[in-house]
């Protein structure tokens, strides 16, 4: 049940109040800085307007919720591309809203990072969410509001708050460790890691390999302190070496450009120089061009001093 998700109050009893109204489309736009937790209520609003048992709610215990938790659900689609979603794509959404709905009710796309989208697959979109069928509910989700006008012109908007550390019920600095991430942060708390332990910096791309292949939290966690041992170090690393950390990253990242914007963004966090951030950002921002992720890598790195 919305009650049951941690912080977010105003956010929460606007999404009620959107299932008091019965409506029978819609098109959202929910946006903040955690992505997870965005995601997590947008699934949520979605599982409340399929839920077969709560009004103006969802039970989480139905089988909708619990095929919608596992993302299974016949009336269900969810769409994300790390470039953009692709006009392809969008045009395999008209098809789906052209044919009726598996389960006999409310049909949810959820799109994600819809401020990287492409003015050609935007301008698809949009004759959708112009006049949505009924029975149609769109939920774009977005980092920020860099979004065209067109599709902002014709959405309803939500802005998920990042949880503070209280509501979290961790210290300071384990808010700060973690960048504020929900999800991360409560699973850290379930497993007892001690993060005053360090990692070498020069495993980076053992640790970057090992979470790809076991997307756990212990293994995130080796990437954060390793991270952190090259921040504190980098006045002492010759140019040789901070070559061979980017390449270690690159190999690693296997062109993983989310991995990618993960770690630059962990960076950039960890720099008190707001000129120097401001740079890397710069840097950073590069990566949602086509360009040569290895040399991206280099130039970020060796920006670091």
Known sequence: MFKDIISNEEAKNFLINELKSKREQGTYIFYGEDRDLVTEFALSYAKALTC???E???????ESCIRMDSLTHGDLEIYEDVGGIKIDQI?????RISTTSYEGGNRIFILKDIEKMKKEAANALLKMIEEPEKGNFFILLANNLNILPTIKSRSIFLKIKMRSAEELGVSSSEYDFFLGKGKEILEYKESGIDLKTGEPYDEIGNFIKNYIENPVIENKIKIYKSLRDFFVNRKYINEIDKLSF???IYFSVENDRIIAQEIYTYMCHLIKNYDRVENLISVKNMMKMPVNLKLLLKVFINEIY
């Open 91 to 95: 045009r395999e959404i008209a098809y």
């Open 56 to 62: 103006n709610d969802f039970c989480g215990v139905c």
């Open 52 to 54: 077969r048992n709560a």
């Open 246 to 248: 980017a390449e270690s």
